[in-house]
């Protein structure tokens, strides 16, 4: 067993006038290391399908993780797609690829040497920014407001729960797990820095 490729994630970024921007951030596996970090910490299981094991089998212990992969988005096509940005973000760049990639999750004294691969695009030079983020409002009206299948109440947009959840916390703050909330507390206590203020749920 040899791991080469990571999540290798993609994300994109695209502005309306009204509503909030479309934001699509995914990674090219099925779900992304952190998620399984998270089960772990919460003692939960990971479901069939986010990982195998050395020998195909489904891994859903995310204790265990290092045992095994995390599979790819649409099988054989997330694999091409981890492929080709893993040599645009790291071999073009002259950055780590496949087997000079340091995992940091095991060790955090190493550089990485992480690449990444950045295109902008000037709106202007394709369109009239405020007619290009108007006709985008009119993509994601048609697409909100488009019939739905039986027992569905809501068509959601990339980011648009993600901003909805970045308006909510920035009201009243960001939820922690309790584990987490000792662990950085103990974390800043021995850094003699300020801690977290808890407030009220």
């Given at each position: 067993?040899?791991?080469?490729?990571?999540?290798?994630?993609?994300?994109?970024?695209?502005?309306?006038?009204?509503?909030?921007?479309?934001?699509?951030?995914?990674?090219t596996?099925?779900?992304?290391?952190?998620?399984?970090?998270?089960?772990?910490?919460?003692?939960?299981?990971?479901?069939?399908?986010?990982?195998?094991?050395?020998?195909?089998?489904?891994?859903?212990?995310?204790?265990?993780?290092?045992?095994?992969?995390?599979?790819?988005?649409?099988?054989?096509?997330?694999?091409?797609?981890?492929?080709?940005?893993?040599?645009?973000?790291g071999?073009?760049?002259?950055a780590?690829?496949?087997?000079?990639?340091?995992?940091?999750?095991?060790?955090?004294?190493?550089?990485?040497?992480?690449?990444?691969?950045?295109?902008?695009?000037?709106?202007?030079?394709?369109?009239?920014?405020?007619?290009?983020?108007?006709?985008?409002?009119?993509?994601?009206?048609?697409?909100?407001?488009?019939?739905?299948?039986?027992?569905?109440?809501?068509?959601?947009?990339?980011?648009?729960?993600?901003?909805?959840?970045?308006?909510?916390?920035?009201?009243?703050?960001?939820?922690?797990?309790?584990?987490?909330?000792?662990?950085?507390?103990?974390?800043?206590?021995?850094?003699?820095i300020?801690?977290?203020?808890?407030?009220?749920?």
């Amino acid at each position: 067993m040899e791991l080469l490729l990571s999540t290798n994630p993609i994300a994109f970024a695209i502005p309306a006038l009204e509503e909030p921007p479309i934001v699509l951030d995914i990674a090219t596996s099925v779900t992304a290391y952190g998620k399984v970090k998270t089960k772990a910490q919460r003692g939960e299981l990971m479901p069939e399908g986010w990982m195998i094991d050395a020998h195909g089998n489904p891994l859903t212990d995310p204790k265990r993780a290092e045992e095994g992969f995390l599979l790819p988005i649409g099988g054989y096509k997330g694999y091409g797609l981890a492929l080709v940005f893993g040599l645009l973000a790291g071999t073009l760049n002259s950055a780590a690829f496949g087997r000079d990639v340091i995992d940091f999750n095991k060790d955090d004294i190493t550089p990485t040497n992480t690449g990444q691969v950045i295109v902008a695009l000037d709106i202007a030079r394709f369109s009239p920014v405020e007619a290009f983020k108007r006709r985008v409002d009119e993509v994601i009206r048609d697409f909100r407001n488009s019939q739905r299948m039986p027992a569905v109440d809501h068509i959601r947009l990339p980011g648009e729960q993600s901003h909805a959840i970045w308006l909510e916390r920035s009201a009243h703050g960001i939820p922690l797990p309790d584990v987490l909330f000792k662990n950085l507390q103990q974390v800043a206590s021995e850094l003699a820095i300020e801690g977290l203020r808890e407030t009220p749920r």
